[in-house]
């Protein structure tokens, strides 16, 4: 976490992140169950380069040009980026300043599915429309498969439902997503946890079908 801190203040100062509001810390309060002792309680924040989205002015669509992907364009496996929207180049160079996904990165929706969650497994030009959060872990001190499936833990969705707006259409914020409550363990434990998830969730994928594990 320290080291984390440190690379991401030089990065401000060097202007290739954004310097944002301090994280609150973590108290004693809020921490739900124990974690082993060389893991550590951060705010989800802490544990990416940004999390933000793109301005919220629907570009005009075309007929050909660059994806801008909303949730309706979730498959079970991924992405769908050719029935995706299109938008032009010029809207793209104007709206990616703000943030562009990358491999690696995660879709996380704010409104209607809030956290159903992607990850980018492409490298290709496109955007994410408003309605989602684009997550960029710190992938040198992060395993971002660490960060997605952890995403997608029931711990995760209690934060959510902490800090869901409860209008007309129910909304989490970026802000609130950032202020997430996360358990962060060492680079080679992170590593250890994805080993072992992409071993037994194709198994119960397999159960869940009715065929043999």
């Known amino acids: 976490m320290e ?14 992140i954004k310097k944002e509001k301090p994280l609150p ?26 999390i933000a989205d793109v301005d919220h002015k629907m570009p005009q669509e075309q ?28 809207d793209f160079n104007l ?26 497994n492409v490298n290709i030009d496109f955007l994410v429309s408003y309605s989602c959060a684009t997550i960029k872990p710190n992938k040198r001190h992060i395993n ?7 995403l997608q833990s029931p711990f995760i969705n209690n934060e959510i439902k902490k800090y869901i707006n409860k209008t007309t259409q129910p909304n989490v914020g970026l802000q609130s997503i950032k ?6 363990p060492p680079l080679a434990e992170q590593n250890r946890i994805v080993a072992k998830c992409e071993e037994l969730l194709p198994r119960i994928d397999r159960f869940r079908q009715g065929k043999t594990a």
């Open 179 to 184: 202020v997430f409550l996360f358990p962060l």
């Open 63 to 90: 007929l050909h040009g660059i994806p801008y992907v909303s949730p309706r364009d979730f498959i079970e496996d991924g992405i769908n980026f050719d029935n995706a929207k299109k938008i032009s180049m010029e």
């Open 3 to 16: 080291r984390i801190r440190t690379e991401k203040e030089q990065l401000i100062k060097v202007g290739k």
């Open 25 to 50: 810390p973590v108290t004693e309060d809020e921490i739900p169950f124990d974690i082993p002792e060389t893991w550590a309680w951060a705010r989800l924040a802490l544990c990416c380069d940004d």
């Open 95 to 120: 709206l990616s300043k703000k943030i562009k996904p990358e491999f690696g990165d995660i879709i996380f929706p704010r409104y209607g599915t809030i956290g159903v969650v992607r990850k980018v």
């Open 144 to 150: 971002s498969d660490y960060v997605f499936y952890t």
